[in-house]
């Protein structure tokens, strides 16, 4: 798993490009997390240079909307489509692109025309920050563990609301078991 984070200065940055070709020559799944944080990067154009270029070279690509706007920011996708977003890294060797909407879910897409709608939970926000990892972390734990997406989508969603209902942030990151045991008070009306 890269992050866009690493990708905003050196030597992290070709230290990413470096571990996304040694990954594409043994045959191991890529996960880019866009992660942006504006006060790492010194331009938009920047940021959209070296996105665009991790990007190309992963098989599942997933950020906010704005974020993929911020990788896209020289494309023609002005309409901000979360359908021509996937099929512009289809294009590429994505396989799946997942497109988070905060609070309104998720998407993902599929390189064979599949599309799905995330789960979402109810949270007591006591902050935003940690939620992406929490997101990212739970999606790409259910994907290598060879879960549907729709199953990896719903553990990534439980965990954000998790994290996000919590002072802390990583001391938050829940467990498999506090995930499971959240969908299932989620399910039973008791949700937070």
């Known amino acids: 798993m890269i992050s866009g984070t690493a990708l ?18 043994h045959g191991v799944v890529t996960f880019f997390d866009l992660d942006y944080r504006p006060y790492t990067w010194t ?23 704005e974020e993929f706007d911020r990788m896209e ?20 060797r994505a396989k799946i692109v997942l497109i988070k909407h905060g609070k309104d879910g998720s998407i993902a897409y599929t390189n064979d025309g599949q599309c799905f709608a995330g789960t979402i939970f109810p949270a007591k926000v006591v902050k935003t920050f ?8 739970a999606v790409i734990y259910g994907l290598m563990q060879g879960w549907d997406i729709p199953k990896a989508m719903e553990y990534g969603a439980a965990a954000a609301a998790i994290v996000i209902s919590s002072h802390s942030c990583s001391e938050a990151m829940p467990t498999v078991e506090q995930i499971e045991r959240y969908i299932r008070k989620c399910r039973s009306g008791e949700g937070e």
């Open 130 to 137: 940690g939620a992406g990892d929490a997101y990212a972390a």
């Open 43 to 65: 331009s938009p154009e920047e940021t959209a240079i070296y996105y665009k270029l991790a990007a190309e070279k992963c098989d599942v690509i997933f950020g906010t909307r």
């Open 8 to 25: 905003a200065k050196s030597p992290s940055r070709e230290a990413v490009f470096l571990a996304l070709d040694y990954a594409r020559r």
């Open 73 to 92: 920011r020289f494309d023609r996708n002005n309409r901000h489509d979360d359908a021509v977003t996937a099929r512009r890294w289809f294009d590429c």
